[in-house]
């Protein structure tokens, strides 16, 4: 079965640097990948989707890259602040007109230091 | 614009007893999805509702069923309740469509804690 793995539980920078997550897949390319923000206590927020035929997407100070000869997707915050801190979900999307089931990986824990 | 609602926030119950969750979807959305999220876990999709119909599932047993009424507005029933049924349960909503940019907007979530 297809699985998302988020090695890292938790990553701490210095605020200014940039941030990299890491997301791996195994078996079979997904169609497509997304990452979510989630706070404590709060649902998750959708921030990126990717193609499988995309290399790189881009919004604001993030930037994921999709790379499917090494089966992983990178999370880059560029100039991270401390408001980034947070969990990270990486997940794939079931490909399929209307289908919206997603499988996450756990997650990793971000803080930015001041 | 209200976003995705769920009632109540949180619940405690003991074991073996049964449990009703609700979810308002995001307005102009058809299509509501159930997640359990455990601690130190990522979300683990239940089940997915669209036209009163539950159209995809995942690996939950028959315990956990749902339900979806004319106003899109959904409602997730857990029976016999273990203790490992203890979680986060998001509902999340979409609109049913095959565009893969279309946002899936999660509420929330209700707090379960089973004794």
């Known amino acids: 079965s297809q699985k998302i793995e988020q090695n890292s539980e938790a990553l701490n920078i210095q605020e200014g640097k940039t941030a990299t997550l890491t997301c791996n897949y195994t078996?079979?390319?997904?169609?497509?990948l997304q990452w979510y923000r989630q706070d404590p206590g709060r649902g998750p927020v959708f921030l990126l989707l990717i193609r499988e035929n995309e290399k790189e997407k881009r919004k604001e100070r993030l930037k994921v890259t999709f790379d499917t000869t090494l089966k992983q997707s990178l999370f880059h915050i560029t100039a991270s602040q401390p408001a980034d801190s947070a969990t990270y979900l990486c997940a794939r999307r079931t490909p399929g007109a209307g289908s919206y089931q997603l499988t996450f990986g756990k997650g990793t824990k971000l803080s930015v230091i001041p | 614009d209200a976003g995705v609602t769920q009632s109540p926030t949180h619940l405690i119950k003991t074991r073996g007893q049964q449990v009703t969750l609700r979810c308002s979807p995001k307005s102009g959305h058809d299509t509501v999805s159930w997640y359990q999220q455990a601690l130190g876990q990522g979300p683990q999709f239940i089940f997915q509702?669209?036209?009163?119909?539950?159209?995809q599932r995942g690996n939950f047993p028959d315990r956990f069923s749902g339900h979806q009424f004319p106003n899109y507005s959904s409602e997730l029933n857990v029976n016999a309740l273990l203790l490992g049924d203890s979680a986060l349960y998001l509902c999340a909503s979409s609109l049913f469509s095959g565009l893969a940019d279309n946002e899936q907007f999660f509420g929330p979530g209700t707090r379960l804690t089973v004794l």
């Open positions: 509702y669209y036209e009163e119909e539950e159209r």
């Open positions: 078996n079979y390319s997904p169609a497509y």
